[in-house]
């Protein structure tokens, strides 16, 4: 009981971290954008920052159903994605000669390359562990 309690409480608080790094990070993105007048451009900034967030809200329903090791790690890899994100975000990381914008590419890109390293890890594991309990 002690563990499934534990589990919970670490899903409930990545989840609660990945919601308050995506308004966080949205927040970077507009203080960094309130001189941008195309509606069209921060309307797509919107989305792509936010698309890791989406993107490890949905794998979290996805994945509920999954071995809770699979789970654990996703909900560390929410927490730092989100850490680093808004690290990122913030100026911590911010060298004179790049862009304001460049972060708001990068590192919703290389978010989402992690996610999908992990998916296909995932995937892969599933149905190894899958086929040796058919061959058992």
Do not use: C, E
Not at 48 to 58: K, N, R
Not at 105 to 114: E, K
């Amino acid at each position: 009981m002690k563990r499934h309690v534990t589990f919970s409480f670490l899903r409930i608080v990545a989840l609660i971290i990945l919601l308050s790094g995506a308004v966080a990070s949205l927040n970077f993105m507009f203080i960094a954008g309130r001189n941008q007048k195309s509606l069209l451009l921060i309307v797509l900034f919107t989305g792509w920052v936010l698309s890791p967030f989406t993107t490890l809200f949905i794998a979290d329903m996805i994945f509920k159903r999954w071995l809770t090791l699979t789970r654990k790690i996703l909900y560390f890899l929410s927490m730092f994605i989100t850490f680093g994100s808004l690290i990122s975000y913030s100026g911590a990381l911010d060298s004179t000669n790049t862009k304001t914008a460049f972060k708001f590419l990068v590192v919703p890109l290389i978010s989402l390359l992690l996610i999908l390293i992990f998916l296909i890890v995932a995937l892969r594991s599933r149905r190894l562990s899958i086929n040796r309990s058919d061959t058992n």
